[in-house]
């Protein structure tokens, strides 16, 4: 469905969670409220924090897999006490990195991850995070949703994080028609104007916990419901 108000639909969308906690970013220590629509004023830390805040989000996203976020914001912080960079994260054991980062799930495959990742950062990227989907994707573990996170949240860059809550929504809206979040994504970035590409995220996984929910929307009083054909909902409430 073409005609679907999306500035219209993004508006409501951010008035429904204003004072809400970002999910995606609050536990990088990146924003004390949502980000800002507009994508000005993005990144409100210094420089020193800019460089070190890629290789966080992704530690961050390889720890936060099938974890709670209450669980992923503590054991990041735990882990970048010890290591903050990927030539001293790689010099720790990948025991000694599942020791730290538990009890996230998969904790021991995870701390071997983490230190495979940052052993080829510190070896074949001079320590520095790639800023692109293509580069990140070469990294044992990493995936389409973590790299759009690392390019968004770590390098202020364009990126479209979707998962499971951004999917599901935009489809609800008609907004796209597709079968997988890596679709999403794709059909995204040709027709999402660029202004929403970095906060998209940060919003709808708030709105798609509270409001949107995967089963049984609570649609009666949704302030979308004028605009949103529901598609594919089959109850709610
Ligand atoms: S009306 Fe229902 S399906 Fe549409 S956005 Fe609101 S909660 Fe989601």
């Not at 929403?196 to 949107?212: A, E």
């Amino acid at each position: 469905m073409s005609d679907f108000n999306i500035d219209s639909a993004i508006l409501l969308v951010v008035e429904e969670v204003a004072g809400e906690r970002p999910l995606a970013v609050d536990q990088e220590g990146r924003y004390q409220g949502l980000p800002p629509v507009d994508g000005e004023d993005y990144h409100p830390l210094d420089e020193h924090r800019l460089r070190e805040a890629p290789f966080r989000v992704l530690v961050s996203c390889l720890i936060s897999l099938r974890t709670k976020d209450e669980v992923t914001g503590p054991a990041t912080e735990r882990l970048f006490n010890l290591a903050d960079t990927p030539a001293k994260m790689a010099a720790l054991s990948a025991e000694k990195i599942a020791a730290t980062i538990y009890p996230a799930g998969f904790y021991n495959r995870k701390g071997e991850t983490i230190r495979e990742v940052s052993r080829r950062l510190a070896e074949e990227y001079n320590s520095t995070v790639p800023d692109t989907i293509e580069e990140l994707i070469k990294l044992k573990g990493v995936g389409r949703k973590t790299a759009n996170l690392v390019v968004t949240v770590g390098h202020g860059k364009p990126g479209i994080c979707v998962d499971t809550h951004v999917h599901r929504i935009a489809n609800r809206w008609g907004y796209v028609s597709t079968k997988t979040p890596d679709a999403t994504e794709h059909a995204l970035r040709k027709k999402l104007p660029a202004k929403y590409w970095i906060p998209i995220n940060s919003l709808l996984v708030v709105f798609g916990r509270n409001r949107c929910k995967p089963t049984s929307p609570l649609c009666s009083d949704c302030p979308l419901s004028d605009l949103c054909p529901r598609l594919a909902v089959t109850r709610s409430r």
